[in-house]
């Protein structure tokens, strides 16, 4: 690609003939030679930036320490409304799994529940209800 860049931007030869040489598409060879190509780091866009991660990180940290327990989908949720009007992978929308594991591995201090053992608690309570165990 380099040969093929140097090439034409010499003069030496025309860029359908220089990708014809070097076996490389023209519409790559173009891409390159005017600048679209590199700008951008391969693979999904960051969701948030770090200073919205560091946010998002001290937000959920302040909410445990009030007593609310944060389940991964909550915290998705909360990315999902910080991103509404960002222009990124997730376009205001939950982010997947792949998301959480990567959050999780550069933010270890964090302490997530699951979903499923907020609801067992939820359905003690209900069943308490129900036999007037406690008061509603």
């Given at each position: 690609?380099?040969?093929?860049?140097?090439?034409?931007?010499?003069?030496?030869?025309?860029?359908?003939?220089?990708?014809?040489?070097?076996?490389?598409?023209?519409?790559?060879?173009?891409?390159?030679?005017?600048?679209?190509?590199?700008?951008?780091?391969?693979?999904?866009?960051?969701?948030?930036?770090?200073?919205?991660?560091?946010?998002?990180?001290?937000?959920?940290?302040?909410?445990?320490?009030?007593?609310?327990?944060?389940?991964?989908?909550?915290?998705?949720l909360k990315v999902a409304?910080?991103?509404?009007?960002?222009?990124?992978?997730?376009?205001?929308?939950?982010?997947?799994?792949?998301?959480?594991?990567?959050?999780?591995?550069?933010?270890?201090?964090?302490?997530?529940?699951?979903?499923?053992?907020?609801?067992?608690?939820?359905?003690?309570?209900?069943?308490?209800?129900?036999?007037?165990?406690?008061?509603?």
């Open positions: 690609m380099e040969k093929a860049i140097v090439a034409v931007n010499g003069g030496y030869m025309s860029m359908r003939r220089a990708a014809r040489m070097y076996n490389i598409p023209p519409s790559s060879l173009s891409d390159h030679i005017k600048g679209k190509v590199g700008k951008r780091k391969p693979g999904l866009q960051d969701v948030l930036s770090e200073e919205e991660e560091e946010l998002l990180v001290k937000w959920a940290i302040k909410t445990q320490g009030e007593g609310h327990p944060l389940t991964i989908q909550q915290l998705k409304e910080l991103t509404k009007t960002k222009d990124t992978t997730t376009g205001g929308h939950s982010p997947g799994a792949s998301w959480w594991k990567l959050f999780k591995a550069r933010h270890p201090e964090l302490s997530i529940e699951r979903a499923e053992v907020r609801w067992t608690d939820i359905q003690h309570v209900v069943v308490a209800l129900g036999f007037g165990l406690i008061d509603g």
